[in-house]
């Protein structure tokens, strides 16, 4: 398990899209991507990635550039590989972890999570708010803690995910 930090851009034209740039320290790397959600589906996103040698230095250039982030957000991730399939157990503030399951193609995510005995009817497809949404089903789809200067562990609850009093 290790800590991952990361930050969120997002430009009116990338939100009018459901796209976002995101730098993000890995502990092992360092990546910029692009990330763009065409439907919430295991093969719904378009990403474009590459790797950087330095976090805070592609934050400054980009900031620069007129491309400040607006959200800085930290996970822990464990990362494992079997059968030509990558399993992640995310954990993110104030959620549950989770699990994700990539692999080439639908049917082989679908093979795998059958091996871990997982319901595919369960399953919950998109970003890390598709998480979200679930733990708080108050969230809309509007609703995001990419809006949210700060997640961190640590952090008290924010109103976003307080449940709304009746």
């Not at 502990?27 to 378009?46: H, M, N, P």
């Not at 994700?100 to 871990?116: C, H, P, R, S, T």
Request: glycine fraction near 4%; charged fraction near 30%; aromatic fraction near 10%.
């Amino acid at each position: 398990m290790r800590l991952m930090r990361r930050v969120t851009i997002e430009t009116p034209e990338m939100k009018q899209k459901d796209a976002f740039l995101k730098v993000r320290d890995e502990g092992d790397r360092i990546t910029l991507t692009y990330k763009q959600f065409k439907t919430l589906s295991v093969d719904g996103a378009l990403e474009r990635e590459v790797t950087l040698n330095d976090f805070d230095e592609t934050i400054a250039l980009l900031a620069a550039v007129n491309l400040p982030y607006h959200s800085f957000q930290e996970s822990k991730r464990e990362t494992w590989h079997c059968d030509n399939v990558e399993i992640v157990i995310d954990e993110w503030p104030w959620l549950n972890p989770y699990i994700e399951i990539e692999a080439d193609g639908v049917m082989a995510v679908k093979d795998f999570a059958k091996k871990l005995d997982l319901n595919w009817n369960e399953a919950v497809f998109g970003d890390v708010m598709a998480a979200y949404r679930v733990q708080y089903p108050h969230l809309t789809e509007r609703d995001t803690v990419g809006d949210l200067p700060k997640v961190r562990f640590g952090d008290p609850l924010p109103d976003l995910l307080k449940a709304p009093k009746v």
